[in-house]
T-cell receptor, first 110, second 117 residues
């Protein structure tokens, strides 16, 4: 089992749609969780951190389920500019090591 | 101001050559990283340095040697380049909070696209 697994997609959605991504992780001792966004031929950038209590930032909502070891990202009212690859990132204790998932590609179409 | 910079942005070279990629961060961060992103877009950590000390060294061929002359710089030297080394290499940095078992946001450089012919 991979340390961090994501559905690679692609997800093709129309503008205005709501789309959700899930990500599972294998290390139950993981302490830090993030979603990063990577545009084509660009570097990854932090989208949002994921807290135990959940986290909302405008149209984006992230949730953490420790019991089932998954995190989710919900995007409401999708915009064309949301088209990108979304990377699930898990930070493990003991060594500054963060594990990146392979990413989920999202295409938002007019 | 560029927070994390890498040079060169593109690198095309022949098999067997030796090349270096430089990385600098002006964020005052304590930890720096090298990642490799292959053609399948999978981003994999190679090395991590904290305060100039190597703390992560993943299963990477010893042809790859990182060097950190100071906290703000982490360079990557690659000997005897092979076709399979073709990828995008990203440098990143983060503040140091690992003492509390937490990871911090990582700031990435723009990447170096290495092509080995």
């Amino acid at each position: 089992r991979k340390e961090v697994e994501q559905d690679p997609g692609p997800f093709n959605v129309p503008e205005g749609a709501t789309v959700a991504f899930n990500c599972t992780y294998s290390n139950s001792a993981s302490q830090s969780f993030f979603w990063y966004r990577q545009d084509c031929r660009k570097e990854p950038k932090l989208l949002m951190s994921v807290y135990s209590s959940g986290n909302e930032d405008g149209r984006f909502t992230a949730q953490l389920n420790r019991a089932s070891q998954y995190i989710s990202l919900l995007i409401r009212d999708s915009k064309l500019s949301d088209s990108a690859t979304y990377l699930c990132v898990v930070g493990n204790t003991g060594g500054f090591k963060t594990i990146f998932g392979a990413g989920t590609r999202l295409f938002v179409k007019a | 101001d560029t927070a994390v910079s890498q040079t060169p942005k593109y690198l095309v070279t022949q098999m067997g050559n030796d090349k270096s990629i430089k990385c600098e961060q002006n964020l005052g961060h304590d930890t720096m990283y090298w990642y490799k992103q292959d053609s399948k877009k999978f981003l994999k950590i190679m090395f991590s340095y904290n305060n100039k000390e190597l703390i992560i060294n993943e299963t990477v061929p010893n042809r790859f040697s990182p060097k950190s002359p100071d906290k703000a710089h982490l360079n990557l030297h690659i000997n005897s380049l092979e076709l399979g080394d073709s990828a995008v290499y990203f440098c990143a940095s983060s503040q140091d909070r690992e003492i509390r078992g937490l990871s911090d946001e990582q700031f990435f450089g723009p990447g170096t696209r290495l092509t080995v012919l």
